[in-house]
Structures are given as C-alpha cells and as structure tokens.
Nanobody, 123 residues
Framework: QLQASGGGLVQPGGSLRLSCAASGGTFSNYRMGWFRQAPGEEREFVAAISANGGSTLYADSVKGRFTISRDNAKKTVYLQMNSLKAEDTAVYSC??????????????????WGQGTQVTVSS
C-alpha cells in the first residue's frame, strides 16, 4: 500500500513537499513515480526515480523546480516542489512499478497507486 501526504494550499512561488509512504512488500525493488491530474485533464507524468535512487526523470513542465528523492530505509518517496505555479494545481499520486526504465512515464505500467493528495496553488 502507498499513502501520499503533504498536499495543501500554497501561494504562487511557494513550496510543498509531498511524501509517499509504503507498507508491505519490498520497497527497494520498485521504481517510483509521481503523477498528477487536474480537473478535466488526463493524468500526466511528473517525475520518477529508480529503485536505488540513482536515476531520476522529470516532465519538462517541472524540470528545475521539482525534485524526487527516496529513502528506502523509511520506505518513502518524496517530491519537493518549489516555485509552484497555478498550473501545478492537481491531485498528485504516487505509484510503484517494476517495469523497465524506458516505460517509467507510462501510468498504465504502474502496479500500485496511492490515494492522491490535493495540491492547490492560488493567491
């Protein structure tokens, strides 16, 4: 199971850190991703991290502003979001996959999903 937290209301330019805690299974076996979905929009890839944390990938829209990291001892993946914009408003979900790295941006290949946490960027 995955449990996401850390969402909330923040002003443009502000920061939030999302957390996704795993229970059960061997967390260090999974590549982890963050996705988001805004109202009326398709779910989109945000960021991903390899099982050992050595590789990361970001959507162009968040590159340079968001940072994904993980702590395998704590079974937790994080998404640090800085310089937030109104267009970052969405429900953010974490997910786990064992599929190859070249499929990491494809949500259909993720096995487990957290429940999502709302991020609202507004003044």
């Amino acid at each position: 199971q995955l449990q996401a937290s850390g969402g909330g209301l923040v002003q443009p330019g502000g920061s939030l850190r999302l957390s996704c805690a795993a229970s059960g299974g061997t967390f260090s076996n999974y590549r982890m991703g963050w996705f988001r979905q805004a109202p009326g929009e398709e779910r989109e890839f945000v960021a991903a991290i390899s099982a050992n944390g050595g590789s990361t990938l970001y959507a162009d829209s968040v590159k340079g502003r968001f940072t994904i990291s993980r702590d395998n001892a704590k079974k937790t993946v994080y998404l640090q979001m800085n310089s937030l914009k109104a267009e970052d408003t969405a429900v953010y979900s974490c997910a786990a996959t064992t599929r190859p790295w070249n499929l990491i941006q494809v949500s259909q290949f993720y096995l487990y999903w957290g429940q999502g946490t709302q991020v609202t960027v507004s003044s």
